[in-house]
């Protein structure tokens, strides 16, 4: 969930904050990310994704406990509380997350001479790879052995699937 909703955040935030820069008459040049690529790699992404892994893990140890409790009633308050808690944490931090980006997205464009910057997989074909540059402005994080295998919960969007059959 963490990776793919990142993704799309910074999607939905380049596309809604498209820099402009060109005048009448003038052709506009187009940008691109590999989202994936600046969230794996990025020191703010590591730093992102690890505080929602943390958060993940602290919230499972909750519902464990309430598990534990073998009240149904208990288990279930925890599974809903923890599933609000997470989507709150969540949104804080890719808000902080996109903030970031659009700045420094837009820093970028201008620097490259680009118009417009769209995520990789929005281009049919052409435009100019802008990662390297956002990558090199924003700060690469050390090689992390997490990055592509990461322990984030799965993309479902809440906690709410860790809860066992009944």
């Known amino acids: 969930m963490n990776k793919r909703y990142s993704k799309l955040m910074i999607l939905g935030a380049m596309m809604m904050g498209v820099v402009s820069v060109a005048g009448c008459g003038h052709q506009d040049k187009i940008g691109y990310i590999d989202s994936n690529k600046v969230i794996a790699e990025s020191t703010k992404g590591q730093e992102i994704t690890q505080k929602l892994n943390a958060k993940h893990q602290e919230i499972m140890g909750k519902i464990k406990a309430?598990?534990?409790?073998?009240n149904q009633?208990?288990?279930?308050k925890a599974y809903a509380a923890a599933d609000q808690e997470y989507q709150i944490y969540a949104k804080a931090m890719k808000n902080d997350l996109q903030t970031y980006m659009e700045r420094n997205i837009g820093e970028v464009a201008k620097e490259q001479g680009v118009t417009v910057v769209v995520d990789k997989n929005a281009v049919g074909g052409g435009g100019v790879d802008v990662t390297d540059a956002l990558l090199k402005k924003i700060g690469t994080a050390k090689p992390a052995a997490d990055a592509s295998t990461s322990t984030a919960p799965a993309d479902t969007g809440s906690t709410e699937n860790s809860q066992p059959a009944q």
């Open 66 to 70: 309430a598990e534990d409790s073998q």
């Open 73 to 76: 009633e208990e288990v279930q």
